[in-house]
């Protein structure tokens, strides 16, 4: 809902419209994790998939791509190297793509 002031002081408000907003239909988890991280594909169709870990200076460090099976496909990366800290999942499938911020602790 928007409230619109006009210049004479004058007020409206729009009517109130709903917007959906997706949670998305991957699952990341746990986090913070200590080192294997997994990815599941909720609702996702089968088809191809690129996960891509940046660092929060935006450095890539690490790329994952294969083929999706489908709903319910579990996917597991290992961040036991990584330094503790915040990175950026960042998870294409099949045009779609969702971005995930993730914590590594030691």
Do not use: C, W
């Not at 997994?38 to 935006?58: C, F, K, P, R, V």
């Amino acid at each position: 809902r928007l409230k619109q002031i006009d210049f004479n002081g004058s007020f409206t408000y729009s009517s109130v419209v709903n917007i959906p907003i997706s949670t998305g239909s991957i699952a990341v988890f746990p986090n913070p994790t200590g080192g294997l991280l997994t990815i599941l594909t909720n609702d996702a169709q089968a088809g191809e998939y690129e996960i891509q870990i940046y660092s929060m200076y935006g450095q890539k460090m690490a790329s994952y791509s294969g083929i999706n099976a489908g709903k319910g496909t579990l996917h597991t990366i290992d961040l036991s190297s990584f330094g503790a800290g915040a990175y950026s999942v960042e998870i294409i499938m099949n045009g779609e793509k969702t971005v995930h911020k993730v914590i590594v602790i030691k």
